[in-house]
T-cell receptor, first 115, second 113 residues
Framework: DGGITQSPKYLFRKEGQNVTLSCEQN?????MYWYRQDPGQGLRLIYY???????QKGDIAEGYSVSREKKESFPLTVTSAQKNPTAFYLC??????????????FGQGTRLTVV | GDSVTQMEGPVTLSEEAFLTINCTYT??????LFWYVQYPGEGLQLLLK?????DKGSNKGFEATYRKETTSFHLEKGSVQVSDSAVYFC????????????FGQGTRLTINP
C-alpha cells in the first residue's frame, strides 16, 4: 500500500536533548512538509522540501532542522534550541510544482512530549 | 500571501442536524481548494476537493462548491452523525512559487446523539 509513515507515534524528550522524527513516503512525491500542531490550534509549517537535497524554512523553523538526502525520506530534528517542543508533529507529501491541483497526503503524526 | 479563514469553533450539533462550516480565502489566481478531516490523535485525511470555479467536491455526504465570486468554499452536510465529530480544515494550494498548502485554523465539530 502506498502511503506516508511517521515514527515513532509517541516520543519523549528530556530537556536539552535533540530528537529526530522520521517521515517516509512511497508515493513517489517530490514535495514533503513538516507541520506542528498545538492543542486546539491549526497547522503551522516548519520546513518544506520541493526536491531532493533542497529545503526551505516555513513559518516557525527556529529550533528545528531537516535533511532531504533521499526522495522518500524527510526527517525532522527538534533541537535543544526549540524552547517549547511539546506538540503534535505532522508530515505530509504531495506531487511537486506543476501539479498544483493535487492534494497532500499526511502521516499519522508523532506526539512529542518534553519530560 | 495567500490565506484561508474558517468559522470559529467549536461547533456542537445534534445528530441529523444540517451542517455548514464557512471557509473563505484570499489568493492570487484560482487555487485548488480542499477540505481535510482530523479524528482525535490522527493525521489529516482528505475529505473533498475542487480544482476550478463552480466545481463541487463531494464525499461521504459532505459537499463544498468553489465560489470564485465570493472566494468561498463552505462545507455542508444535510444530516450529520455522531461519527462526523472531528476537526475540519479548509485549505488551498498556492498556484505561484512553491505551491505550498495553506490551511485555515480548523473547526472542531461535536455531534451529540
Amino acid at each position: 500500500d502506498g502511503g506516508i509513515t511517521q515514527s515513532p507515534k509517541y516520543l519523549f524528550r528530556k530537556e536539552g536533548q535533540n530528537v529526530t522524527l522520521s517521515c517516509e513516503q512511497n508515493l513517489n512525491h517530490d514535495a514533503m512538509y513538516w507541520y506542528r500542531q498545538d492543542p486546539g490550534q491549526g497547522l503551522r509549517l516548519i520546513y518544506y522540501s520541493q526536491i531532493v537535497n533542497d529545503f526551505q524554512k516555513g513559518d516557525i523553523a527556529e529550533g528545528y532542522s531537516v535533511s532531504r538526502e533521499k526522495k522518500e525520506s524527510f526527517p525532522l530534528t527538534v533541537t535543544s534550541a526549540q524552547k517549547n517542543p511539546t506538540a503534535f508533529y505532522l508530515c505530509a507529501s504531495s506531487m511537486g510544482q506543476g501539479a498544483g491541483n493535487t492534494e497532500a497526503f499526511f502521516g499519522q503524526g508523532t506526539r512529542l512530549t518534553v519530560v | 500571501g495567500d490565506s484561508v479563514t474558517q468559522m470559529e469553533g467549536p461547533v456542537t450539533l445534534s445528530e441529523e442536524a444540517f451542517l455548514t462550516i464557512n471557509c473563505t480565502y484570499t489568493a492570487t489566481g484560482y487555487p485548488s481548494l480542499f477540505w481535510y478531516v482530523q479524528y482525535p490523535g490522527e493525521g489529516l485525511q482528505l475529505l473533498l476537493k475542487a480544482t476550478k470555479a463552480d466545481d463541487k467536491g463531494s464525499n461521504k455526504g459532505f459537499e463544498a462548491t468553489y465560489r470564485k465570486e465570493t472566494t468561498s468554499f463552505h462545507l455542508e452536510k444535510g444530516s450529520v452523525q455522531v461519527s462526523d465529530s472531528a476537526v475540519y480544515f479548509c485549505a488551498l494550494r498556492e498556484i505561484q512559487g512553491a505551491q505550498k498548502l495553506v490551511f485555515g485554523q480548523g473547526t472542531r465539530l461535536t455531534i451529540n446523539p
